[in-house]
Antibody, heavy 120, light 112 residues
Framework: QVQLQESGPGLVKPSQTLSLTCAVS??????????WSWIRQPAGKGLEWIGR???????DYNPSLKSRVTISLDTSKNQFSLKLSSVTAADTAVYYC????????????WGQGTLVTVSS | DIVMTQTPLSSPVTLGQPASISCRSS???????????LSWLQQRPGQPPRLLIY???NRFSGVPDRFSGSGAGTDFTLKISRVEAEDVGVYHC?????????FGQGTKLEIK
């Protein structure tokens, strides 16, 4: 069974860049059957889809974040990454990495999530 | 963006009784390929979301058959035939028909 694990700094200063990595085990990110996605959830609030990447390198981002987001793949390490620039307190949230099935577009496996706090 | 509206936002249920959650989208979720990409997720306290149902009514691997999904177009429902203690948590609907994917506000299921 595939497992995903987020890692990265838990505290980021305002105006800096948030960087997270998602390590995938039990499956290859080079599989053409999946997208690799990031979703976030502010405390006590709903889920917000950030974006996704396919093995081809093709990406789709939420327009509300598009100017600040970059998602990339590292097939040699079987991991993918999120960068979010110019962060503010509004970017404080639990960040999840997840796998999206190509066929039915369901998000079938999620990481445990990592809390990122934006504060000086 | 497609707005997903769930009702109720909180649902107290007696163990062994049924529960139902509604999800309404601001526009049709029928994709140009004919599919409807509506999923339901369960989020237990302190846990990440877990996929229950995809494409309206397909149960994901390992999901008990007391969970079922139905609906079409803009109106969808998740039903639990007999609520068990482990079903406590927040339930989210999600659409993947149109970018950006969007989620409902979440419905908190709790035991009376």
């Amino acid at each position: 069974q595939v497992q995903l694990q987020e890692s990265g700094p838990g505290l980021v200063k305002p105006s800096q860049t948030l960087s997270l990595t998602c390590a995938v085990s039990g499956g290859s990110i080079s599989s053409g059957s999946y997208f690799w996605s990031w979703i976030r959830q502010p405390a006590g609030k709903g889920l917000e889809w950030i974006g996704r990447i396919y093995i081809s390198g093709s990406t789709d981002y939420n327009p509300s974040l598009k100017s600040r987001v970059t998602i990339s793949l590292d097939t040699s390490k079987n991991q993918f990454s999120l960068k979010l620039s110019s962060v503010t307190a509004a970017d404080t949230a639990v960040y999840y990495c997840a796998r999206t099935h190509l066929g039915a577009l369901e998000i079938d496996y999620w990481g445990q999530g990592t809390l990122v706090t934006v504060s000086s | 963006d497609i707005v997903m509206t769930q009702t109720p936002l909180s649902s107290p249920v007696t163990l062994g009784q049924p529960a139902s959650i509604s999800c309404r989208s601001s526009q049709s979720l029928v994709h140009s390929d004919g599919n409807t990409y509506l999923s339901w997720l369960q989020q237990r306290p302190g846990q990440p979301p877990r996929l229950l149902i995809y494409k309206i009514s397909n149960r994901f691997s390992g999901v008990p058959d007391r969970f079922s999904g139905s609906g079409a177009g803009t109106d969808f429902t998740l039903k639990i035939s007999r609520v068990e203690a482990e079903d406590v948590g927040v339930y989210h609907c999600m659409q993947a028909t149109q970018f950006p994917y969007t989620f409902g506000q979440g419905t908190k299921l709790e035991i009376k």
